[in-house]
């Protein structure tokens, strides 16, 4: 039986969880099986040491908890996701689409490292979740190239403007700027597909983003 496990990734405001409802409505119509996963879980147990991490309470910055320990604590959110919540629609060949997923850490922990040290974090992170934890590799992951300054933006009218709302990530914006340098360069190199998500001053419509995303997609769940 077919599986397959389709991601959609971007940097905080690119619009992945609104794509993910979106490509899970329009698959649905086309007489697929559908189940969409978000991470980390939030309303998890297992998204603890992540929750401390973006709250802080490691340190202010980013930088204070290493790429590798960070990153362990959002597979490991993952890993108990898939055991106990989908591990068996998925080899069932229900399509699972991901909110986020492995990708996520080479776009937001990687940045961490010299630009020297990403190849070797990068097979480490395809080993360590994939060969050591046995997570499922992905048919494709979608990452939405919204820039920086105007995902920014976005973010801001989430939260009204209250900036204390952001996690330690999204309040960081040069971080943000490093994160899509790293997203893009992993796309090179495992063969992400990338989509434009605006024109630099203005996000193109969401259902525009969609038609992209799902004319890419098109051919892996016929």
């Known amino acids: 039986m077919d599986r397959t496990l389709i991601v959609i990734d971007g940097l905080d405001g690119s619009g992945k969880a609104t794509q993910t409802a979106l490509l899970k409505d329009a698959l ?4 697929k099986s559908v189940r969409t996963v978000s991470f980390p879980d939030y309303s998890d147990p297992s998204s603890a040491l992540v929750r ?11 930088s204070d908890v290493n790429a590798y320990a960070a990153s362990s604590f959002y597979a490991v959110d993952r890993y108990a996701s898939y055991k106990r919540f989908w591990e068996q629609d998925y080899r069932n060949g229900t399509v699972i689409l991901a909110d986020r997923y492995v990708s996520s850490n080479a776009i937001h922990q990687m940045v961490k490292l010299h630009k020297a040290q990403w190849d070797g974090f990068l097979s480490w992170m395809e080993d360590y979740e994939y060969e050591k934890l046995t997570l499922p590799r992905p048919a494709a992951v979608i990452y939405l190239d919204m820039h920086p300054d105007v995902s920014r933006r976005l973010l801001a009218g989430r939260y009204n403007g209250d900036e ?10 040069q971080y943000l700027l490093s994160c899509r340098e790293a997203a893009l360069y992993t796309a090179g190199r495992q063969g992400w597909k990338v989509i434009r998500c605006d ?20 051919e892996m769940i016929e």
């Open 164 to 173: 204390s709302k952001k996690d330690l990530h999204e309040r960081d914006f």
């Open 28 to 31: 649905t119509a086309a007489g």
């Open 199 to 218: 024109d630099e001053k203005e996000p193109f419509s969401v259902e525009a983003i969609h038609q992209v995303i799902f004319e890419t997609i098109k």
């Open 52 to 62: 401390m991490y973006l709250g802080g309470e490691f340190g202010p910055d980013a």
